[in-house]
Structure formats: C-alpha cells, structure tokens
C-alpha cells in the first residue's frame, strides 16, 4: 500500500480512527492508518477495546446510515408484491423465533469472551467481532465468519449463534462486517471481506489465536463472498508466482500479498450459491429482483467475474493446489439457494486438484442448520461437522466436543415448526 507523508495527525492514530468512524472528524488518510499498526511490514489498523462512548457513538451511526439507506433501497424495490410478502413474512418469522434471539442478543451483548466492533480498515462497516475462549493457555484454531443476508442485511452479530457455540469448544471465532447495498455493491463487499481476512491472518496472534490454524466461512450471501474473495486471492498468488499482470494492469512481481489463500486450513460454504448466473432467475421468482440484483453485481456483464464456480472453470489443472480443503454444506430442502449449487460448484473444483468435501442435511430448509436447528438445543450437527474438521488430529479436543453437556433449548418446539412454516427464505 502506498504511503502519503503528509497530512499526519499529531494526536493518537487509534483515536484518529476511531474518531473518524464515529464520524467526529474526516476520514484519516492512508499514512494515519499506517501510525495504527505496522506487524511484520503489513499495514493493519490498531483495534483496542472500543469504550462505552464509542459503543453508543457507534450504534447512532449506524442506526442513521441504515434509515438513510433504508430509503435508497426503497427506490430500487419500489412497489412489488414478491418483497413486500417476503418482508412480512420476515417479520412474522423473526417474532416467532424473538425468544431465542432475546437470549442471543442479551449474550451478544453481556458476555466477556465478546470482543466487538474491532476496527479492521478504513470503511464504515469495517468492524469484526472476536469471540475469545476464557483459556488462552496455548494458541487456538480460528474460524473467520461472514454472515448472509441477501448481500442487504447482513451484519456481523447474525454470527453470533454460531460464535458461541465454536467459543465454547476452544474455537476463536472473527465475525466479519462488511458493507451491504447500497452502502456498496459487491466488489466492496469483496474487497472488505478480503481486508479482514488480512487483518485476522496478520493479528490474530496478539489475541491468542494460531496463524497456522486459519479457517474461512460463509453463509449463504457470506459463503458466496467469501468463496470469491478466497479464489481472487489465489488467482493472485498465481499471477505473482508468476509475474503476470493482473486484471487491473499491475505487474505480478510489483504486488504485495497481505495474505494467502494457502494460508487459510479450510473453507465452509453454508448453503452458498457460487454460479450468479444460474441464479438470477431463481432469485427474481424468490423476491429479490433482477433490476435490483444486477444492480447489487454491478450489471449482468459482471455475473461470470463474481461467480466463484465460473472462475474455477478458467483455471489450469492443478491449480487447485493454491486453494485450502473446501467444505461444503447444504441442506436438501433449501428453497432460498438449491443444493445443487453446491454440488455443481464441486464438481468443477475436482478437475482442478482441489479437496471437496460434500455434506447436505436431508430435508433441512436454508435456515433450519443455521437458525432453528441451533435454537432447538442438543446435538447440532453444522458445527458437530465444522468441529471435527477444526479439532482433526486434536484427539482431546475432538473427546471433550463428544463428552460436551448438549446445548440448552432457546425456543419452544412449536414456534419453531411455525417459524419453518412461514419463513421467507
């Protein structure tokens, strides 16, 4: 990253940033972020704990960005039957399962081992949270999450259900924000989600974590987009390799890469959708427009570059040696993306060298592994499957997961199956 020598506050670059999140004073140029943190030649802003005041000073942030957007987004819905059901629809699913998100949120909010809104870059959504295990005794595997919704409503606390679960077992967990339409359209989400990758790779070990022990997941809209900005960056490691020009015109030897898809232990594609061609269609017929969709993936001319599935098809056999082992998940009965977007998305993974390993949940629905399943308490088989990926070779870990007192329910089982029955998704 280039570096500017002018312009450069005085004051505490942590608070330059801070500040310049909170919108108390213009954004800080690159050469205040570099004062931040400077961790093995990479440039990574430094993340304290926020205060009580910035907490607040955050929330009415947010709270006005998200009204102000509100009405942009209006203007790309406009009036239409499919999204004004499906609003509902959501709102009647969300009272119904508010009981489980009641005692989420509260955890969300209370628990210690939480660490949020850890500044990782410049953008107004560049926050992730850390949920850290109580023993930090020796380093810990790390999930990095990023959540769904539609590539609209995402926003880092969705993982929070999952993150408590993976922090009981000894799992660090980075839930990852990034910015949703409008605030951006998907190169920015790729590109945030892309930073904050960096800065877990390059910082997690100052809060415990084992660099070598990196793991990437998604969920629905977030597996997409993790998936993208996974093979992006392994694309890059080739073009470095081998001196070629990227996409954008700059020499492959001229690049700095602040981390490596070789880096990360494995991918987690939940119920993610990875051909946006072969999707756009099913999507427009679920409620989420074609005009507003391509405007989401920045014109139709832009599908192929933003599907995972069809860049894989480009690349040269053993490339897939660049690429970490990739799980994916999927549930049978999954209305919002069909399995079979996994599965054809494995199928071009496997002519290329790359690991694919295929796990789909006979009858479950695109929110039941994610949502009911985990509210419902006991045994949850997605992070039972997540587990025995991150504890492989770790047999005390994988003996205590199995020994592990079942999960408490959060929700009476009738609201739930009410809450299956409406669901928009």
């Given amino acids: 990253m280039k570096m500017e020598s002018e312009n450069v506050s005085t004051g505490s670059a942590s608070d330059t940033l801070y500040n310049a999140f909170l919108k108390r004073q213009p954004s800080p140029t690159e050469a205040e972020l570099h004062q931040c943190l ?100 020796s380093p810990k595997p790390v999930v990095a999450f990023i959540t769904g919704g539609a590539w609209i409503i995402g926003y880092r606390a969705w993982g929070s259900l999952m993150g408590l679960q993976l922090v009981e ?23 945030d989600v892309m930073q904050g990758i960096s800065f877990i790779c390059n910082n997690i070990g100052q809060f ?36 070629l ?42 409620g989420l427009y074609r005009s507003l969709f391509l405007s989401v993936m920045e014109g139709e001319e832009s599908l192929s570059w933003f599907s995972p599935e069809l860049r894989v098809k480009n690349l040269s056999v053993n490339a897939g040696a660049s690429l970490p082992p990739i799980y994916l998940f999927h549930g049978t009965a999954d209305y919002s993306i069909p399995c079979t977007a996994s599965e054809s998305f494995a199928e071009v993974l496997v002519p290329i060298g790359a690991s694919v390993t295929k796990r789909f949940y006979e009858g479950k629905t695109h929110t039941d592994i994610f949502l009911q399943d985990p509210m419902r308490g006991g045994h949850d088989v997605l992070v039972a499957d997540i587990l025995s990926v991150v504890h492989a070779g770790d047999q005390e870990a994988l003996a205590k997961d199995v ?17 299956r029955s409406v669901s928009p998704f």
């Fill in 169 to 191: 077992k000894d799992v660090i967990v980075a839930c990852i924000d990034y910015r949703n339409f409008p605030q951006g359209t998907i190169s920015d989400m790729v590109e």
């Fill in 245 to 286: 020009k990227s996409s954008d015109g700059c020499d492959g030897n001229s690049v700095t890469l602040t981390w490596k898809a070789s880096q990360i232990r494995g991918f987690f594609g939940i119920s993610g959708g990875y051909n946006l061609q072969s999707l756009v269609d099913h999507f427009h017929r679920r």
């Fill in 38 to 137: 400077v961790h093995d030649g990479l440039t990574t802003p430094l993340c304290r704990k926020p205060s009580l005041r910035d907490e607040f000073g955050r929330a009415a942030s947010e709270t006005y960005e998200v009204s102000k957007l509100s009405f942009t987004l209006l203007k790309y819905l406009g009036i239409g039957y499919r999204w004004i059901g499906k609003l509902g629809a959501l709102s009647l699913y969300a009272c119904l399962l508010m009981p489980g998100f009641f005692q989420v949120g509260h955890s969300y909010l209370r628990d210690k081992r939480i660490r949020r809104s850890i500044v990782y870059g410049l953008k107004s959504r560049n926050l992730l949270d850390l949920y850290l295990p109580e023993n930090l005794d």
């Fill in 208 to 243: 415990g974590g084992d660099p070598h022990r990196i793991y990437l997941a998604g969920q629905s809209a977030g597996a997409h987009i993790a998936a993208c900005a996974l093979i992006e960056q392994a694309m890059k490691e080739m073009r470095v390799g081998k001196g």
């Fill in 403 to 419: 020994l592990s007192v079942p999960r408490r329910r959060l929700v009476p089982e009738f609201l739930l199956q009410l809450a």
